[in-house]
T-cell receptor, first 113, second 115 residues
């Protein structure tokens, strides 16, 4: 089944403790992206990647890092999480080109206390 | 810069009523794509429809229909004879021709269908 898999689904952590949210896709998509969803703000892009070793900032990159060492994986790293990073996170992948929609993961609900 | 506006933050209807969700967009691209996604209470994002900027035909799929009007930069979504299972947050989104391939989302409309 074609899918984007995110882990974990739920995570509660403490301020400053480094964490990684994993994202993997099995569709051989070149393009991958991370979004965060907050009430009243919709979904905002954090980082994206056009291909292996090619990443760039989205609209709200502060406090996040990403890497793309393999085509299928695009982890999101929070090196020193803070409470304002409490959010619902989505990973998405797509074929390159404006025509294609995104396939989204199931989401990761992160709480930083 | 691209922008998507969903002016309705929340809508509440009674089952079997028709409801229209508004979406207005801004882009300088001549080629672009518009999307609607549904987010039920379980949280996942479910793709509903894609429409490209060259195709202004309205589309109907069961109880769902979409009205794309380039002249007013609108891409509205109507649910006919709403059902409780339609309760969800609905997002309109825009993808332009830029190299980012970014999907720009509106802030969403929370639809509650009451029995």
């Amino acid at each position: 089944e074609a899918q984007v898999t995110q882990n974990p689904r739920y995570l509660i952590t403490v301020t400053g403790k480094k964490l990684t949210v994993t994202c993997s896709q099995n569709m051989n998509h070149e393009y991958m992206s991370w979004y965060r969803q907050d009430p009243g703000l919709g979904l905002r892009q954090i980082y994206y990647s056009m291909n292996v070793e090619v990443t760039d900032k989205g609209d709200v990159p502060e406090g996040y890092k990403v890497s793309r060492k393999e085509k299928r994986n695009f982890p999101l790293i929070l090196e020193s999480p803070s409470p304002n990073q409490t959010s619902l996170y989505f990973c998405a992948s797509s074929q390159r080109g404006s025509y294609y929609g995104y396939t989204f993961g199931s989401g990761t609900r992160l709480t930083v206390v | 810069a691209q922008k998507v506006t969903q002016a309705q933050t929340e809508i509440s209807v009674v089952e079997k009523e028709d409801v229209t969700l508004d979406c207005v967009y801004e882009t300088r691209d001549t080629t672009y794509y518009l999307f609607w996604y549904k987010q039920p209470p379980s949280g996942e994002l479910v793709f509903l429809i894609r429409r490209n900027s060259f195709d202004e035909q309205n589309e109907i799929s069961g109880r769902y229909s979409w009205n794309f009007q380039k002249s007013t930069s609108s891409f509205n979504f109507t649910i006919t004879a709403s059902q409780v299972v339609d309760s969800a947050v609905y997002f309109c989104a825009l993808k332009g021709g830029g190299s980012n391939y970014k999907l720009t989302f509106g802030k969403g409309t929370l639809l509650t269908v009451n029995p």
